[in-house]
C-alpha cells in the first residue's frame, strides 16, 4: 500500500472517524502538505486514499489554498503514472481530497536495498518522465519529485504521489513565484521542497520551470543507478553547498558497468545551468528510449570482460620486450572485435607492468571478470608462449596452455589464444583474414608499435623506420602502411613539429595503400578518419571512417576517443561526445587522456565549474600529467583566474617542454591578464620559432586574440588555413573565439572550412 513516511509531528488523528460518507481506517503516512488515510467510501463501497490537511495547516488560509490548488492541479491531469483524484470535500470542518488506492511501495524502499537493474532503472524512469512530460503541458510542475512519492506498483508500473506543492504556470513560461521554502527532516514548518532534490534555481528562490522536475528526475536517476544521492552533506548547510556548488561523481566512478548513454543522461539532467538540462521530460525519456541498449546503439552489452596482461620476457637474453608487448596488443585488438566482450584497452592494461599485484586485485581495480596472463621465451627459430585465463574475483585458473612452436606460427598461436578465449566467455568471435605477413615484416612492425606507444617525436621518427622497414619486407602488410599512416598524422596534427605538406602527402600514400590491401581494417579506417577531420576537415568521410573502424572494433577503447573529438570539433554535438568518451573510460579506466578529454567537453559546453573539477581529479591522480594542467590553465583563463591559470600553464610546460601549442595559450592568457609586455615576447618567441621551423599558425593567432588584436587574429589564422594546420579544426568548438564568432570573417573562415 502507500509507504510515505509517517511525521513525528503531533496531530489528531481520524482512524474510526467518519466524515461524510467516507470512514477512516487507517493512516498510511504524511507528506508536506497533509495527512494520508486508507478509508472506504460506504456510497461506493470501495477503499480508497484520503488526503486530509493538519489541523495546524488548516488554520492557515495560504496553506488551505495551496492544499485546494494541488487537488485542482492534479485532478486535472489524466495519466496512467500519476495518481488519480477523485474529489475534493470538506466535512465537519476539515479539508480532504479523495484519490484513488495504489497498491505498492515506494521506491525510496527498492533504492534502500541498493542499485536497481539498469534495464529497470530505465523502465522506471521512463515513466515517471512520461506522467511529468503529461503534467507539464498541462502547466502543473511538481517540485518535490523524489523516491518517497513514486509509488511501484505491480509489474513495476510507476504512480507518481502528492503534487503537493505543485504551481500552476504557463507551459510558454517559468513560475514567478519565486520564494521557495525549505526545511530538513527534524525541523517544522511547511516544506515547499526537499534538500538534495531540488534544483539549484529552486534551492535559490528563483524562478522555477519545467527543468525543476527533470533536475530532480537526474537525483533519482543517480541514486537508482548508484544506491547513493548525488548530493550529500551532514548538516543542511552543508548539503545545500553541495547542490548549489559542487558537481557529484560521475555514476560510472561508482558503478562501471553503467551504460555511457544512461550516464550521460544523468549527468545531463544534474546540469546546474536549467539551460543545459533536457529541454523537456518527454527529451529525456526519448534519450532512455531502449531499456535494452548499450554504451551506443545497435550495440549489445554483457558482462564478459577482460583484461591482457603484458607478457613476460623470458628470453635468454631479455631483450625481446617489444615482442611481448607486440603480442599482447595483438591480442587485445584481435579481442576487442568479439561481439559484446569488454576488452580493457593497453592503456589500462599495461600499467600495472612491473607492479606485482595479485589478479585478483588487478580485476577488482579495472571492474573485469578475467585475466589473461602470458609469458614468451623466444630462441632463434622457436617461440614458448604459455598462457593463462584466470577468474578474477577468486583466482582460480579457468583454462591455460603452452605453445612450443616455429616462431613462423605466432599468427596460429594468436588465433588459437583468442579463438579459446572466446569459447571460454561464451562469446562469438570474427574470423581473421587469410593473409599473413612475413615474419621478418611482423617483428619490424612490433617493433615500430613498441615505439610508436612511447608518444614523442623521437620515437614516433624510429616508428616510422621500422614500419617503412616492415612495408619493404613485405609490400602487402595493410597494418604495417596504415601504422606509418598515423605517425605521419601525429607529426603532423597541430602540436607536431612538421608542416602538413611534408606530412599528409605521405600519410595519404600510405593509407590509400592500406585501403587498397584491407579496406576493412579498423586500423585503416581510423587514420583515414584522422585525416579528414584534421586536414581535409571532411565531415562526412570522417563519420563513416569511424563508423566503419569501430563496426570492425566495437570494443577499441582509441577509436571511441577519436570519434568523440570529432563529435566535438566538427560537428559540436557534445552529449555524443560525452557518450562516446564514457565508452572509451569504460573501456580503458586508468587512461588519463581520456579523462582529460572528457574536461575538455565540459569546457566546450561552457561549463567551466565542471571542466575544473575534472581536470582536478586528473592532476590528483598524476600531479606529472602536463595535458591536465595545461586544460586546467585554460579553464581558468576563461574564469578570469589568471594568476591560476598562468601558473598551471608554466606548470604544464615545465613538464612537457615548451610545445608551440602550450606557449600559444600562455601567451594568450597573459594577454588577457593585461600583461601585454608578457604576451608580446612569447608572441615572438613562436613567431622567431616559425622562421626557423614549423609552428602552426594557430597559436601565434591565439595570442593576438589574447592581446585583443583581431586583425592580426584573422591574418594569423587564414595562414592557419592556407597551410592546413592540422589545429584550426579546433576553432568550430574553441570557446577562446566566442569573442569573434559574429564577425564576419570568422563566419567565412568556417564556410571555406566546410563546417557548422
Known amino acids: 500500500m502507500w509507504a510515505l513516511r509517517v511525521s513525528s509531528s503531533l496531530r489528531v488523528s481520524l482512524v474510526g472517524r467518519t466524515l461524510a460518507h467516507y470512514r477512516f481506517l487507517e493512516e498510511l503516512g504524511s507528506g508536506g502538505m497533509g495527512v494520508v488515510y486508507l478509508a472506504r467510501d460506504e456510497k461506493l463501497g470501495r477503499d480508497i486514499a484520503i488526503k486530509v ?39 465537519d470542518g476539515v479539508g480532504f481530497i479523495t484519490m484513488e488506492l495504489v497498491a505498492g511501495r515506494s521506491l525510496r524502499e527498492l533504492i534502500e536495498s541498493g542499485p536497481l537493474p539498469t534495464s529497470r532503472t530505465i523502465a522506471i524512469a521512463r515513466q515517471i518522465g512520461s506522467g511529468l512530460q503529461s503534467a507539464h503541458e498541462a502547466g502543473v510542475l511538481h517540485r518535490d519529485l523524489k523516491p518517497d512519492n513514486v509509488l511501484i506498483g505491480k509489474g513495476d508500473h510507476v504512480k507518481i504521489l502528492d503534487f503537493g506543492l505543485a504551481k500552476l504556470f504557463s507551459p510558454t513560461s517559468v513560475d514567478t513565484e519565486s520564494a521557495t521554502m525549505v526545511r530538513d527532516a527534524s525541523s517544522p514548518g511547511m516544506t515547499l521542497g526537499t534538500v538534495g532534490y531540488m534544483s539549484p534555481e529552486q534551492a535559490l528562490g528563483k524562478s522555477v520551470g519545467p527543468a525543476t522536475d527533470i533536475f530532480a528526475l537526474g537525483v533519482i536517476l543517480y541514486e537508482m543507478s548508484t544506491g547513493v544521492p548525488p548530493f550529500r552533506g551532514e548538516t543542511l548547510a552543508a548539503l545545500f553547498d553541495t547542490l548549489l556548488h559542487e558537481t557529484p561523481a560521475s555514476p560510472s566512478t561508482l558503478r562501471s558497468d553503467l551504460p555511457a548513454t544512461l550516464v550521460v543522461v544523468i549527468e545531463k539532467a544534474l546540469a546546474k545551468d536549467p539551460s543545459r538540462r533536457f529541454r523537456s521530460a518527454g527529451e529525456l525519456v526519448d534519450a532512455l528510449s531502449d531499456p535494452d541498449q548499450a554504451v551506443l546503439p545497435k550495440r549489445k552489452q554483457t558482462a564478459a570482460s577482460i583484461v591482457v596482461l603484458p607478457f613476460l620476457d623470458l628470453s635468454p637474453e631479455q631483450d ?13 585488438g584481435r579481442l576487442a572485435q568479439v561481439s559484446g566482450l ?17 589478479v585478483r586485485e588487478v580485476g577488482s581495480r579495472l571492474n573485469v571478470g578475467t585475466a589473461l596472463e602470458g609469458s614468451v621465451r623466444k630462441a632463434g627459430a622457436r617461440v614458448r608462449v604459455s598462457v593463462q585465463l584466470v577468474d578474477t574475483r577468486d ?34 568471435i570474427a574470423p581473421t583474414a587469410p593473409s599473413k605477413p612475413s615474419l621478418e615484416a611482423y ?17 614516433v621518427e624510429k616508428a616510422i623506420e621500422s614500419f617503412e622497414l616492415a612495408t619493404t619486407l613485405d609490400p602487402a602488410y595493410a597494418s604495417a602502411y596504415a601504422a606509418l599512416a598515423e605517425c605521419y598524422v601525429w607529426l603532423y596534427s597541430g602540436v607536431g613539429i612538421l608542416a602538413a605538406r611534408d606530412t599528409i602527402p605521405k600519410a595519404k600514400m600510405a593509407i590509400a595503400r592500406a585501403l587498397e590491401l584491407d579496406p576493412g581494417l579498423a586500423e585503416t ?41 570529432r563529435l566535438a570539433v566538427l560537428e559540436r554535438r557534445y ?24 574536461a575538455y567537453v565540459y569546457y566546450f559546453l561552457h561549463d567551466l565549474d565542471r571542466a575544473a573539477e575534472q581536470f582536478l581529479r586528473v592532476v590528483a591522480l598524476d600531479p606529472h600529467f602536463a595535458f591536465a594542467h595545461y586544460g586546467l590553465g585554460d579553464t581558468y583563463a576563461q574564469q578570469s583566474r589568471y594568476d591560476e591559470a598562468i601558473a598551471e600553464l608554466e606548470e604544464s610546460i615545465r613538464l612537457s617542454g615548451r610545445t608551440a601549442n602550450h606557449v600559444g595559450v600562455l601567451g594568450y592568457t597573459h594577454g588577457l591578464a593585461g600583461h601585454a609586455s608578457t604576451a608580446r615576447a612569447l608572441l615572438e618567441e613562436l613567431t622567431d620559432r616559425q622562421s626557423q621551423g614549423y609552428v602552426s599558425s594557430m597559436w601565434i593567432a591565439l595570442v593576438h586574440l589574447g592581446l585583443g588584436d583581431y586583425d592580426e587574429l584573422f591574418r594569423w589564422l587564414d595562414q592557419a588555413f592556407d597551410a592546413r594546420d592540422g589545429a584550426l579544426v579546433l576553432i568550430n568548438a574553441a570557446i577562446e573565439l566566442d569573442p569573434v564568432r559574429q564577425d564576419p570573417r570568422f563566419r567565412a573562415l568556417l564556410e571555406k572550412m566546410g563546417l557548422p
Open 443 to 459: 617483428e619490424a612492425y612490433l617493433e615500430g608499435k613498441y615505439a610508436l606507444h612511447k608518444w614523442t617525436d623521437a620515437w
Open 575 to 598: 552529449d555524443d561526445a560525452l557518450v562516446e568518451l564514457h565508452e572509451a573510460e569504460r573501456l580503458d579506466p586508468l587512461d588519463l587522456q581520456v579523462k582529460t578529454q572528457l
Open 525 to 565: 579506417q581510423k587514420v583515414r578518419g584522422l585525416i579528414a577531420m584534421y586536414h581535409d576537415w571532411d565531415r562526412p568521410v570522417a563519420e563513416e571512417s569511424f563508423a566503419r573502424a569501430l563496426s570492425v572494433k566495437p570494443n577499441a577503447a582509441d577509436l571511441h576517443v577519436w570519434n568523440a573529438w
Open 53 to 91: 490537511l493538519p489541523p495546524e495547516l488548516a488554520a492557515s488560509d495560504d496553506r488551505r489554498v495551496r492544499f485546494e490548488r494541488e487537488a485542482r492541479a492534479v485532478a486535472a491531469l489524466n495519466h496512467p503514472n500519476i495518481v488519480t483524484i477523485h474529489s475534493i470535500e470538506e466535512a
Open 320 to 332: 625481446q620486450q617489444y615482442f611481448c608487448h607486440g603480442l599482447s596488443e595483438e591480442l587485445i
Open 342 to 358: 569488454r576488452v580493457v584497452a593497453r592503456t589500462s592494461a599495461f600499467a600495472f607492468e612491473g607492479k606485482g599485484l595479485d
Open 395 to 428: 583466482g582460480y585458473q579457468l583454462w591455460s596452455q603452452r605453445f612450443d612452436r616455429e616462431l613462423e606460427d605466432v599468427f596460429a598461436i594468436q588465433d588459437e589464444i583468442a579463438e579459446r578465449i572466446a569459447e571460454e566467455l561464451r562469446a562469438e
